[in-house]
């Protein structure tokens, strides 16, 4: 008797197409306008998996959503994309070696700020004002810095942003409170690495540098950072760790995220939570050489702000390391044992699903958690198990579900966006438990 398994694609225009396996055969039904023949590449790459791969056809899994998009905002195609964030006025904002791209959500170009340099992240906040983590070139007794900056992008919504505010380093960051040197050499050797937007609209700023030694006029370079919309720096967390690995700590941080992300709604619970990763390379800003750091036994780190009569204090966040320790509640964890090579992006479903999303440029895969800390997905209903699906994917690749050195990753409605850098694509991926 013959078995039969269909594999439903969805697609940006809204429509569908399904693959039908019949025995050992394939048929297509209603995908010739959108795949064309049975030779073109897509087709080709479905056949042989299905070839290769007796179980390629999966219950649960991320299927990619074509087209990729491979064209900026200014016209052509994009030029090592490093970070992607799908907004909360529903456009998407990326950012490449040529400045930030803003467009809707089938692809379609909304406008473009060149940013000489480009940007190597982006995030929004809940009143539409777009951070974009950069560099520039600014002069001190006549000599030309190039410091690590964040931009903050205004009237979006105009088609025409403005630049609105620049926090510096050093100058915004209230490291050198009691003496205010002019930068120093290793300034320009800074970091900004990501942005993370609080239930206020304050936001946290990982950074990143080579100046660690504490007890200096000099707070750690590796540090996470609050600052107000108007770039009034409110913390440094030094109660982080910036040399020595730990369940509390910021070597090299690569990320923040905190759990405030689309869909919009009219409030956020109030807490300064938050998801760091930290880095086991670290790249000299002047030469691109890369400066090796040791993998890190744990190098994503979820941190809970907890209030207590001295203050906040940032705690490990012990239920995710804990639920390690029992196997019965899955097969991968968050806080698994040297789990990730070099993570480079996070984000979070802010949409009830509660993902958390860790993509590891140093094994070119995208790694999806429960906000448990389990790796994988809720099970379909009627599952034997009630164990998280592992849907985690990825390898080194062109192909439609591998990456090349990815260095962002953003979720919304359902779709994750991966900023393929090595591939100058942005990929897009959605959960499919449609299977018959």
């Known amino acids: 008797m013959f078995s039969k398994v269909t594999y439903h694609f ?4 809204g429509r569908s197409c399904a693959i039908t396996l019949v025995g050992i055969g394939i048929l297509f039904s209603g995908c010739d306008s959108l795949f064309g023949s049975k030779q073109d590449d897509v087709t080709k790459e479905i056949f042989d998996a299905a070839k290769s791969d007796p179980t390629f056809i999966k219950d649960v899994e991320y299927v990619p959503l074509f087209p990729f998009f491979t064209n ?27 400045g930030l791209h803003i467009l809707t959500s089938s692809g379609t170009p909304a406008a473009f700020v060149h940013i000489p340099g480009g940007g190597s992240s982006v995030t929004q906040d809940r009143r539409l004002s777009v951070y974009v983590t950069a560099r520039k070139d600014t002069v001190v007794l006549g000599r030309t810095w190039n410091l690590p900056v964040v931009l903050r992008y205004d009237e979006i919504e105009t088609g025409n942003p403005r630049l609105a505010h620049i926090i510096w380093h050093p100058f915004d960051d209230d490291s050198r409170k009691f003496t205010r040197p002019d930068p120093t050499d290793t ?4 970091q900004f690495t990501g942005v993370g937007v609080l239930f206020n609209n304050n936001i946290f700023v990982s950074r990143r540098g080579p100046e660690n030694t504490r007890g200096s006029v000099i707070i750690p370079h590796n540090t996470i950072m609050e600052f107000t919309p108007e770039g009034v720096n409110i913390q440094s967390l030094t109660a982080l760790h910036s040399t020595r690995p730990s369940l509390r700590s910021a070597v090299y941080p690569a990320d923040v995220i905190t759990f405030v992300h689309p869909p919009q709604r009219s409030s956020f619970e109030q807490s300064r939570h938050f998801i760091l990763a930290q880095s086991a390379a670290l790249n000299d800003v002047a030469t691109g050489d890369p400066v090796p750091v040791p993998r890190l036994r744990f190098s994503v780190l979820s941190i809970r702000a907890v209030v207590t009569s001295d203050g906040i ?6 239920a995710k390391l804990v639920i390690t320790g029992n196997p019965d509640r899955g ?10 090579t070099n993570p480079t992006d996070l984000t979070f479903a802010s949409d009830g699903t509660n993902y958390i999303y860790v993509l590891d440029g140093g094994s070119d895969s ?14 379909p209903v009627g599952a034997s198990s009630p164990k998280p699906v592992v849907v985690s994917f ?11 050195s990815p260095l962002g990753v953003g979720y919304a409605r359902e ?3 991966v900023a393929d850098t090595g591939n100058n694509r942005i990929s897009r991926f959605k959960l499919n438990t449609d299977f018959e």
């Open 415 to 417: 779709i994750v966006y």
């Open 72 to 98: 900026g905002a200014n016209g052509i195609a994009f030029d090592e994309p490093a970070d992607i964030y799908p907004g909360f006025d529903e456009l998407i904002y990326v950012v490449d070696k040529n």
């Open 331 to 340: 097969d991968g964890f968050l806080y698994g044992d040297f789990k990730f």
């Open 313 to 318: 204090e940032y705690q490990t966040d012990t």
């Open 187 to 190: 300034d320009e050797q800074v």
């Open 10 to 13: 969805g697609l940006s225009l």
């Open 366 to 379: 995208l790694f999806v958690f429960t906000n448990a800390g389990i790796e994988g997905v809720a099970p």
């Open 394 to 404: 990825g390898g080194t690749g062109d192909g439609s579900t591998q990456f090349r």
